[in-house]
């Protein structure tokens, strides 16, 4: 993790989630890297209640901040939606992959509900794509 905050998310984030464009989110960037090396560069919005403030260490100690949102707010997100596509690394997606502007990614955009459907939050991962291969069943 090396970002954790409550700010008003961007308009791709609040119209993906129906939400108005002024609640505060729990904002979290992280780099999952491999033997040292960036391989995903995530940034997930949460529709979390502002008391929950949990802290770097903690979200690394539990793993996935889904194990901590369901161990301290009972919610669990039942339902995601995916789009992936390709794409040329921004300038901020390359300085977080170690890799050059325009040098090929996958992007994952993701949003989560929760069992009742409500919207819980969305995650854009960027994932370098000399490097990553996505399986999924059919």
């Known amino acids: 993790v090396v970002h954790l905050e409550r700010a008003v998310a961007p308009k791709e984030v609040t119209e993906s989630l129906r939400l108005s464009g ?7 960037e992280r780099i999952i890297s ?3 090396r960036p391989l995903v560069w995530t ?5 979390t209640p502002p008391e ?5 260490a903690e979200l690394e100690e539990v793993g996935t901040v889904s194990a901590l949102i369901q161990r301290d707010l009972g919610l ?3 339902r995601r939606e995916q789009e992936i ?9 390359g300085r977080a992959l ?3 502007t325009g040098a090929p990614v ?3 955009v993701t949003s989560m509900f929760t069992r009742d459907g409500r919207p819980g939050g969305w995650r854009r991962a960027a994932h370098r794509a000399d490097d990553f291969k996505y399986v999924f069943g059919v």
């Open 106 to 108: 996958l992007i994952a």
């Open 76 to 78: 669990t997100f039942t």
């Open 85 to 93: 596509w390709a794409s040329g690394a921004t300038r901020e997606e």
């Open 34 to 36: 491999v033997k040292r």
């Open 52 to 56: 929950f403030q949990p802290e770097i």
């Open 22 to 28: 002024r609640d505060e989110l729990m904002h979290i």
């Open 43 to 47: 940034q997930t919005w949460l529709c």
């Open 98 to 100: 170690d890799i050059k």
